[in-house]
């Protein structure tokens, strides 16, 4: 009883050193929690689940916004986004996003949110200030993934349904070309240099790695564990290094994290974490990679360099998105 | 502004999927869907019944939700599928409509008729014809043909699920209630099959009558009829479904009820809630203002598979059309890929244990192990070769 009294305050002051040593280090990791209407907080120094932030119902794609002052979270069953100042964790306004939002993102200004709503099979575009509707653009059945090109002036969206990419114009929202890629496409990640679009093909157990200069697709890369049918591989989550030189895909129902090379499109490792891997966000310095579990409600810590996992950590009913905060 | 601009940005859109497709040569198809409306299980007093496993309104509804699905895809690939359903109300009228479609040029079939009006279709034609109401093994068995596929799950497959569900439970001594029809019968012997293949075993099998006549007890009262034997799960076999639905919770012993009531094993369920399922049940209920059944999802996969069987290709031709059918991937909201089987024609797929409320479980159970694919475990598998019409 002494003795943890006496090492807590101990702990906690080279707790503090080490934060204030590595300045930009996040120590936070928000976790939307689908079943809970709650984000779940995870204090990354202690390892633990230290409270819940209410927002709306069935909140489950996260980003920060471009100042990096506030979470915006989708909620499914609100058809709308809550904006949540980080430094009070109160939830600032709501912004609506259409029927049954799933993905957004965000213009480079910030002004407009880009939402795929899976029943009308839209893109929409909303103004972030006002709330409104500013045009939506028709897409295959079951729209996923929505990502802002670097340039800001395209925003992917993937159809589940339809297998394809489409790539939309944002200045005249129109469709400027459709790409088929594998079976149910899910999220992206785009190379820092800013080349090619990496898709994950849930039902294609595989990436497909798509050139933005002339939107071909240059691979296809299939993922493959020793011991997993194909049908046991259904990637989701991605989430590319800064260098671009490596890039990590969840494998699903495989239960696994891949590690790919970029430049060789090759599986370097694979780490197990939970049930069902889902979605991924990398440490400020990359030595560390989260992952959410849908099916074993928690989070995986990887260590990035020795390719292992370190622990998991019980976090809210079904996680669906985690994003790392300072 | 809005109303304006609308109208030209579709056309837009619709230019440019034009250039990206002008390689592609357009191709139209034209699908006739036979069904029975006049069929009692189609009559509105059974429909309100809502028996489980019994389907919920006509074929054609899951169809065309499925065409509506695939309208971005289709126009992409300059694909066009027009269909029109008609009803038929006995054999021959399956029969000769089925000819008159083939001759007409209709590059395939969507039939939702009781088993041997399949038969007849699929003997009568060339083209490619999809059930999609019809889980009789016999027609994936000794009246199997090559240009017959099926989208609903066999009866076969749903009694391998229901025994593999109660081997992961440990309900190992089974009672079973069986009605006295023929559908019945056949029906008790396939899920004998299945308790036989898992190592389950049948403590008794007992058949069942509705009746009310105190002379008849031994065979109607349900008390009576789950009494006398120990048992751990009680399985019944009805058709009909009037009997089973009286059998949860009016048993002797304290015990659950399997088979046409209680958990049942079906293909679809308005309630599962992942992969995707929750959005197809939702539009599926936008449309047609009822909740989607199995029948439902199975005339929904036709489409899909006529879908994407006909955008792959540049001609509209049924032998093409059969082919490409045979070597699809499908994605049914289910998270699984799935084929139709090369022995048998059937669509492989996960199902679902339901009570009607929900989503109890899926088979393959976990722990269930397959050489090759594990959906292989539900319904008759490749080595058992029990058709022998297809190459």
């Known amino acids: ?326 | 502004m809005r109303s304006m601009s609308k109208p030209i940005l579709r056309v837009l859109a619709g230019s440019i999927l034009l250039m990206a497709s002008a390689l592609a040569q357009a191709a139209n198809w034209t699908v006739t869907v036979l069904e029975d409306m006049t069929s009692p299980a189609l009559e509105r007093p059974q429909l309100d019944r809502a028996y489980l496993g019994h389907p919920g309104g006509p074929a054609s509804e899951g169809w065309n939700l499925a065409l509506e699905d695939a309208r971005f895809e289709l126009d992409a690939a300059h694909t066009q599928i027009s269909s029109k359903t008609i009803s038929v109300s006995s054999l021959d009228a399956a029969r000769t409509a089925a000819q008159q479609a083939e001759k007409a040029g209709q590059q395939a079939l969507v039939v939702n008729l009781p088993a041997s009006w399949v038969t007849a279709v699929a003997m009568a034609v060339k083209v490619p014809v999809i059930n999609v109401g019809a889980g009789a093994d016999s027609l994936r068995e000794a009246q199997c043909r090559r240009n017959l596929l099926h989208t609903l799950p066999s009866e076969r497959m749903r009694t391998d699920a229901l025994a593999q569900t109660l081997v992961s439970r440990k309900w190992s001594q089974v009672l079973m209630l069986s009605g006295t029809t023929v559908e019945d019968r056949v029906s008790s012997a396939a899920a004998q099959a299945s308790l036989r293949r898992y190592g389950l075993k049948l403590v008794a099998d007992r058949p069942f009558k509705l009746s009310a006549d105190p002379r008849e007890r031994d065979l109607a009262n349900t008390k009576l009829l789950t009494s006398g034997v120990n048992y751990d799960v009680i399985w019944v076999v009805d058709a009909d479904g009037e009997f089973a639905r009286t059998l949860p919770y009016n048993t002797q012993a304290a015990r659950p009820v399997v088979g046409d009531a209680g958990m049942v094993a079906l293909g679809w369920h308005a309630q599962y809630e992942r992969y995707g399922a929750p959005q197809v049940s939702r539009r599926f209920a936008k449309a047609y203002k009822r909740a989607m059944t199995q029948q439902d999802w199975a005339s929904w996969m036709a489409g899909k598979a006529l879908s994407l069987a006909a955008g792959s290709l540049t001609k509209s031709a049924a032998p093409e059309l059969l082919a490409a059918l045979n070597s699809l991937n499908l994605d049914g909201s289910k998270g699984v890929s799935m084929q139709f089987r090369p022995w048998d024609g059937q669509l492989q797929q996960t199902l679902l244990l339901t009570d009607g409320q929900g989503v109890i479980g899926i088979a393959p159970v976990e722990g269930v192990l397959h050489p090759r694919n594990v959906l292989d475990t539900l319904g008759a598998d490749s080595p058992e070769k029990r058709c022998t019409n297809r190459p």
């Not at chain 1, 469709?175 to 496409?185: A, D, E, H, S, Y």
Request: glycine fraction near 6%; proline fraction near 4%; include cysteine.
């Open chain 1, 1 to 326: 009883m002494n003795k943890k009294l006496l090492f807590a305050p101990v702990l906690a002051l080279s707790m503090g050193v080490l934060s204030s040593a590595t300045l930009h280090a996040q120590t936070q990791a928000w976790v939307s929690s689908e079943k809970d209407n709650t984000i779940t907080l995870v204090d990354l120094g202690q390892g633990k689940v230290t409270g819940t932030v209410p927002t709306c119902k069935r909140p489950r794609h996260m980003q920060l916004s471009p100042d990096r002052k506030q979470m915006l979270v989708a909620c499914s069953d609100s058809n709308a986004a809550d904006v949540i100042d980080l430094a009070t964790h109160k939830s600032v306004r709501r912004v609506p996003l259409g029927d049954s939002p799933e993905i957004f993102d965000v213009s480079l200004d910030g002004k407009t949110f880009f939402a795929s709503n899976e029943d009308d099979a839209e893109l929409s575009f909303i103004d972030a200030s006002s709330g409104k509707k500013t045009g939506q653009v028709k897409v295959g059945k079951e729209p996923e993934g929505v990502k802002v090109s670097p340039d800001g002036q395209t925003v992917f969206v993937t159809s589940e349904v339809a297998s394809m990419v489409h790539v939309i114009d944002i200045a005249t929202k129109t469709i400027k070309k459709n790409i088929l890629v594998g079976k149910r496409p899910r999220r992206f990640a785009i190379t820092p240099n800013g080349q090619e679009l990496w898709v994950s093909n849930e039902l294609g157990a595989s990436v497909s790695v798509i050139s933005l200069k002339d939107y071909s697709v240059l691979a296809t890369i299939a993922l493959q564990l020793k011991g997993a049918r194909e049908s046991d591989i259904t990637p989701i989550g991605l989430v590319m290094t800064q260098d671009g030189k490596r890039a990590y895909v969840t494998m699903g129902r495989a239960n696994h994290v891949a590690f790919i090379d970029v430049a060789s499109r090759k599986i370097t490792d694979q780490v197990l974490v939970g049930k069902r891997p889902w979605s991924v966000a990398l440490s400020a310095d990359e030595s560390k990679l989260y992952v959410v579990n849908g099916l074993s409600d928690d989070m995986t810590i990887v260590d990035t360099v020795k390719a292992r996992a370190l622990v998991s950590i019980p976090v809210g009913r079904v996680p669906h998105t985690v994003v790392l905060t300072n």
